[in-house]
């Protein structure tokens, strides 16, 4: 008895690990399967990443955490991404002590 709650419960756990995301939402080691066609508030958005591959992409990461897969030549993804840059390069401005640096992120297509 001890040996099928235990096997059962071993299984679940495995399951459970194994688990996708459902949906657009990208996980760690996966790749955008879909691309979201739903805009999302330029507020929700923390930051993003370029995926490259058999897909592209721009993976569009929530306050929440949350990762989305999102369409790099749709217009409100540019407009999103040109945002997130300006609001970075605000925060980030050097002061007298420290050097500047630029960075760019460019997308092509």
């Not at 990762?67 to 605000?90: E, F, G, L, Y």
């Amino acid at each position: 008895m001890r040996l099928l709650i235990l096997t059962c419960l071993v299984i679940c756990s495995l399951t459970a690990y194994t688990v996708e995301g459902v949906g657009t939402e990208v996980l760690e080691k996966s790749i955008c399967v879909s691309l979201t066609t739903q805009r999302l508030p330029i507020k929700n958005i923390k930051t993003y990443i370029i995926k490259e591959g058999s897909m592209k992409a721009v993976i569009l990461i929530t306050r929440r955490g949350f990762k989305i897969c999102a369409d790099p030549k749709a217009d409100w993804v540019k407009k999103a991404i040109q945002t997130i840059d300006r609001k970075n390069m605000s925060q980030t401005k050097p002061t007298g002590s420290q050097k500047s640096t630029s960075t760019a992120v460019t997308l092509t297509g």
